[in-house]
T-cell receptor, first 116, second 115 residues
Framework: GAVVSQHPSRVICKSGTSVKIECRSL??????MFWYRQFPKKSLMLMAT?????????EQGVEKDKFLINHASLTLSTLTVTSAHPEDSSFYIC????????????FGSGTRLTVV | AQKVTQAQTEISVVEKEDVTLDCVYE???????LFWYKQPPSGELVFLIR??????QNEISGRYSWNFQKSTSSFNFTITASQVVDSAVYFC????????????FGKGTTLSVSS
């Protein structure tokens, strides 16, 4: 089945630094990838939709300059949290939908970011 | 706009009890997909089922069953003879059929099964 690999699974960084999270589709081409954020005991909130070769579409309230998304190829999307602050600490999870519209969504295993 | 409501925030049961997790959705689309995911403490999302809007047949998979009723816009999930390993957060989600659209999640129901 479709597999999405997300790295790192956990990261601790200092306040003010940037962190990059990678999401790779291993056995299919993902023209569209989605990034979600989940606070403890909360639901998954869609942050942005990234399409290969074009700019990401951000949901209302998500800072584009803080959460940089790049989808340079059909198998790789990255989320960079710039100038991270403790309030950015959260669980981030990516999802890819195969180019074929009848396929479901495949999720990465998530990244737990802690900013100290 | 699409919306998924899981009114039950937390449910606690004792092993072997049956439990039903409710899900109500809103959409203006005639073609859409409904999903259930399980999220154990590790955080990974475990896919349970996908149902398209044209298929109202109920489904059973082992101890799991799903009741899809378009008339009430509900897609409820029942676990029969619950086990401690069923303890997790369960999410109901909705998507349009159109490629490139994201899954919209409900707020989730935390199920705790005690022995």
């Amino acid at each position: 089945g479709a597999v999405v690999s997300q790295h790192p699974s956990r990261v601790i960084c200092k306040s003010g630094t940037s962190v990059k999270i990678e999401c790779r589709s291993l056995d299919f081409q993902a023209t569209t990838m989605f990034w979600y954020r989940q606070f403890p005991k909360k639901s998954l909130m869609l942050m942005a939709t990234s399409n290969e070769g074009s700019k990401a579409t951000y949901e209302q309230g998500v800072e584009k300059d803080k959460f940089l998304i790049n989808h340079a190829s059909l198998t790789l999307s990255t989320l960079t949290v710039t100038s991270a602050h403790p309030e950015d600490s959260s669980f981030y999870i990516c999802s890819a939908r195969d180019a074929k519209p009848n396929y479901g969504y495949t999720f990465g295993s998530g990244t737990r970011l802690t900013v100290v | 706009a699409q919306k998924v409501t899981q009114a039950q925030t937390e449910i606690s049961v004792v092993e072997k009890e049956d439990v039903t997790l409710d899900c109500v959705y809103e959409t203006r689309d005639t073609t859409y997909y409904l999903f259930w995911y399980k999220q154990p403490p590790s955080g990974e999302l475990v896919f349970l089922i996908r149902r398209n809007s044209f298929d109202e047949q109920n489904e059973i998979s082992g101890r799991y069953s799903w009741n899809f009723q378009k008339s009430t816009s509900s897609f409820n999930f029942t676990i029969t003879a619950s086990q401690v390993v069923d303890s997790a957060v369960y999410f109901c989600a909705l998507s349009e059929a159109q490629a490139g659209t994201a899954l919209i999640f409900g707020k989730g129901t935390t199920l705790s099964v005690s022995s």
